[in-house]
Nanobody, 127 residues
Framework: QVQLVESGGGSVQAGGSLRLSCTVS????????MGWFRQGPGKEREGVAA???????AYADFVKGRFTISQDNAKNTLYLQMNSLKPEDSAMYYC?????????????????????WGQGTQVTVSS
């Protein structure tokens, strides 16, 4: 079975940085989409960033220029580098994966129940 485990969350002051990691196991497909989502208190889950096997990326407008999604295929690890953090970035961050090669941003946000999900890692940004 596919398993995703997030790490790297914590508390940081506004303007600071964090790097989230997601280790993936049991994923046998050679091509897949991966991404990050987040959900703040009292808010809907929202897509943050997505990436395909070739390294093509897509970002939500509210994180462009501040967050970077990347992957180390040899280590089966997904990353989210978060810089210039704001209090509104505080949320539970989730890693997601889904078989696919095209339109990963769209795929991951459609039929979310078909994604593989991690348990999440908490990010808290203080002002």
């Amino acid at each position: 079975q596919v398993q995703l485990v997030e790490s790297g969350g914590g508390s940081v002051q506004a303007g600071g940085s964090l790097r989230l990691s997601c280790t993936v196991s049991g994923y046998t497909a050679s091509s897949y989409c991966m991404g990050w989502f987040r959900q703040g208190p009292g808010k809907e889950r929202e897509g943050v960033a997505a990436i395909n096997r070739d390294g093509q990326t897509a970002y939500a407008d509210f994180v462009k220029g501040r967050f970077t999604i990347s992957q180390d295929n040899a280590k089966n690890t997904l990353y989210l580098q978060m810089n210039s953090l704001k209090p509104e970035d505080s949320a539970m961050y989730y890693c997601a994966a889904r078989r696919g090669t095209r339109a990963c941003w769209i795929l991951l946000q459609s039929s979310a129940g078909d994604n593989y999900w991690g348990q999440g890692t908490q990010v808290t940004v203080s002002s």
